[in-house]
Structure formats: C-alpha cells, structure tokens
C-alpha cells in the first residue's frame, strides 16, 4: 500500500483572478493618483483663474468682446473651418491603417461630430469613441475598430504637437524665456527633448510593422509614411487651432506667431491633463498667466470669443448634423418597413395572371 503522507504536498494553485489582484490594485491606485492630480490641477487653475479675473472691470471686458473687428472674426472662423477639415484626415489616415473602406462623407461626419462633442464635453476616448461607434458601425465597423481609429487619431494629434513645440521653442526660446519666465536653455533643452522624441518614433515605426497592446487588445501602428503625414497634418491643425485664438487677440501685442504657439500648445496641454470639458478655466488661466504683461480684458475678451468660435459654434452645429443624421436613418428604416417584400410581389403578380 502506498504512503499517502510520503508524498510532497503542492501548495494550492492560485486562481487566475487572485493572480491578477495585485496588477489590478496597482493600476486602480495608478487612477486614482491621475485622478486626484487632474482634479489638483483643475482646481489650482479655477483658483489662479478667479484670482486674475477678480479684478477685472465688466464693462471693459464687454467692450473687448465687442471690439473684435469683422476681419478678425472672419480669420478666426476661417481657421477654425481649416482645422477641423484637417481633424477630418485624422479619421481618414486611421481608417487606411485599420484597412477600412469607408465613403468620406461618412468620415467627415463621424470626425467632425465627434471632436467637435469631445471638445466640449471633454472624455475624448469615451465622448468621441460614442460618436465614432454611433456613425461606423452602420458601415460594419466593430468597437474595436472604433477604439483602435480612435488612439490613431489621438497618436496624429500629439505627434503634431510635439513637432510644433520643438520648431517653436527651439527657434524662440528666448522671447518665450521673458514671456514665462524661463531660462533660454530650458526651453531649447524642452524643444530639443520633443524633436527627439519625434525623430525616434518616426525611425523606431520605419524600422519594422510595430504595434501595442492596450486592454487586452492588439493596435497595429502606421508606417513610416502614414506616421509622417500623420505629423504634418497634425502640425498644421495645431497651427490653425492656434491661429484662432491669434487673430482675435487685440492688436498691437507685438507678440510673433512662432513664439504664441507654444504658449498655445503648453494650455492645451495641461488643459487635457485636466480632464476638464474643453480645458475649460486651466486653458484660459495658462494663456492669462503667460500674457500677463498684457492688457487682461481684451486678452480675456479674445478667449471668449476664441471659445464661441472654436468651441459652442461647432458643437451645436455637430449636434445638429448628428440630429439630421438620426432622423434620415429613422426615415429610411420606416421607408424599409412599408416596403413590400419583392417576394410577395413577384407571387401576387403570377397569382393574378
């Protein structure tokens, strides 16, 4: 008879779940820290933000607002047009990468809606990645596909961004070291450090067929040349975004084009990191803080306008066109409904003969 006791005792396997508690906790902790540092910062900005419009005259803030010229005006939503035509390519480079033959009708629709609703309502993975679904899955297109087109298009976005602040902090670091407050060197080294990084993702995605895994799920990254027209374009709509809120500010601020738009991109920036819809008061604080020097009430009166014109004219537009967008294909599917099977058709014409 065999000694049962002889034998070694294998420790209870431990089940998958218990496995993964420990990558689990660290990654809720890991949110929980973004969140906390987001809300941080949105908040430090609602503060700084009500401490430089405190003292602010309304009246002279109304007539700021209202002293934008029509040539002003007309640039502002000329660039805006600009860059949201150009978020449209966002979509379009996406979809060629994910091998999706989609009308562009339908491309330009689901982009703009979408970043036009992200914009405003903030949560783009979740507010953009809802749109996208809603107009592509008619056309086939599977949520992963959606969430896969969707951080393509955010890889364009920041690989854009980066290009630009390396070409301005570069090239003006030192009207920008008196605008900010920092040392010419520290914002070449800042420059230097994002034309870097660009330059080694643009060789690292040359190299060979590269791609990550996000929740689980495989994302094919582009090649060389859809990532290069990736940073082009996004560089332009960083620009044109940019050149929105440039052309409304007051004249005579002296200030070059080149050395705003890092300015530009630092709000925008921490604006996202915010989490706040739009960016909303960390944008507005960061562009106060770094033009302080100016005038605030028409600096002010130019970001009003800047938020009219970039943000609540193309949300209300996008929430029309995603309006019409429901009730034609409501329409056409009661249009299917009453229609009468070609079947049934065929067999009362041959009944009747």
Same mark, same amino acid.
């Given at each position: 008879?065999?000694?049962?006791?002889?034998?070694?005792?294998?420790?209870?396997?431990?089940?998958?779940?218990?496995?993964?508690?420990?990558?689990?906790?660290?990654?809720?902790?890991?949110?929980?820290?973004?969140?906390?540092?987001?809300?941080?910062?949105?908040?430090?900005?609602?503060?700084?933000?009500?401490?430089?419009?405190?003292?602010?005259?309304?009246?002279?803030?109304?007539?700021?607002?209202?002293?934008?010229?029509?040539?002003?005006?007309?640039?502002?939503?000329?660039?805006?047009?600009?860059?949201?035509?150009?978020?449209?390519?966002?979509?379009?480079?996406? /979809?060629?990468? $994910?091998?999706?033959?989609?009308?562009?009708?339908?491309?330009?629709?689901?982009?703009?809606?979408?970043?036009?609703?992200?914009?405003?309502?903030?949560?783009?993975? $979740?507010?953009?990645?809802?749109?996208?679904? #809603?107009?592509?899955?008619?056309?086939?297109?599977?949520?992963?596909?959606?969430?896969? /087109?969707?951080?393509?298009?955010?890889?364009?976005?920041?690989?854009?961004?980066?290009?630009?602040?390396?070409?301005? $902090?570069?090239?003006?670091?030192?009207?920008?070291?008196?605008?900010?407050?920092?040392?010419? #060197?520290?914002?070449?080294? *800042?420059?230097?450090?994002?034309?870097?990084?660009?330059?080694?993702?643009?060789?690292?995605?040359?190299?060979?067929?590269?791609?990550?895994?996000?929740?689980? #799920?495989?994302?094919?990254?582009?090649?060389?040349?859809?990532?290069?027209?990736?940073?082009?374009?996004?560089?332009?709509? *960083?620009?044109?975004?940019?050149?929105?809120?440039?052309?409304?500010?007051?004249?005579?601020?002296?200030?070059?084009?080149?050395?705003?738009?890092?300015?530009?991109?630092?709000?925008?920036?921490?604006?996202?990191?915010?989490?706040?819809?739009?960016?909303?008061?960390?944008?507005?604080?960061?562009?106060?803080?770094?033009?302080?020097?100016?005038?605030?009430?028409?600096?002010?009166?130019?970001?009003?306008?800047?938020?009219?014109?970039?943000? /609540?004219?193309?949300?209300?537009?996008?929430?029309?066109?995603?309006?019409?967008?429901?009730?034609?294909?409501?329409?056409?599917?009661?249009?299917?409904?009453?229609?009468?099977?070609?079947?049934?058709?065929?067999?009362?014409?041959?009944?009747?003969?």
């Amino acid at each position: 008879m065999n000694d049962m006791s002889s034998r070694p005792v294998s420790p209870p396997e431990m089940s998958s779940a218990e496995a993964l508690q420990p990558k689990e906790r660290r990654s809720r902790r890991f949110a929980w820290i973004g969140m906390a540092a987001s809300i941080l910062l949105f908040g430090a900005s609602l503060v700084v933000l009500w401490h430089i419009v405190s003292d602010i005259d309304i009246n002279e803030l109304k007539s700021a607002f209202t002293a934008a010229s029509f040539r002003q005006i007309g640039l502002a939503v000329l660039f805006t047009a600009i860059s949201y035509g150009l978020l449209t390519c966002y979509d379009a480079i996406a /979809l060629r990468q $994910l091998k999706l033959q989609i009308p562009y009708r339908t491309t330009a629709l689901a982009s703009f809606t979408s970043y036009a609703v992200s914009f405003t309502l903030g949560f783009p993975l $979740l507010t953009a990645g809802t749109v996208r679904y #809603w107009i592509y899955s008619p056309k086939g297109v599977k949520p992963g596909r959606v969430a896969s /087109l969707t951080v393509i298009a955010g890889v364009t976005f920041w690989l854009g961004m980066a290009l630009v602040l390396a070409w301005s $902090l570069i090239s003006k670091a030192d009207e920008l070291a008196s605008l900010v407050y920092t040392h010419i #060197w520290m914002n070449q080294l *800042v420059g230097l450090g994002a034309a870097v990084f660009v330059a080694a993702y643009m060789i690292w995605v040359s190299l060979k067929r590269r791609s990550v895994k996000i929740q689980g #799920w495989k994302l094919e990254l582009p090649g060389f040349r859809l990532s290069l027209a990736q940073i082009l374009i996004g560089a332009a709509d *960083v620009c044109a975004g940019a050149g929105v809120l440039f052309v409304l500010l007051p004249g005579g601020h002296n200030l070059g084009f080149e050395t705003f738009v890092a300015v530009y991109i630092f709000a925008v920036m921490l604006g996202v990191a915010s989490h706040a819809p739009g960016g909303l008061g960390v944008f507005e604080a960061t562009i106060l803080l770094a033009l302080s020097s100016y005038p605030r009430e028409p600096v002010l009166g130019a970001l009003l306008l800047y938020r009219l014109c970039y943000y /609540l004219i193309p949300f209300v537009v996008a929430l029309a066109l995603l309006g019409g967008y429901e009730i034609r294909n409501r329409i056409r599917g009661a249009r299917l409904a009453f229609k009468p099977d070609e079947d049934e058709v065929a067999g009362a014409e041959l009944g009747g003969r």
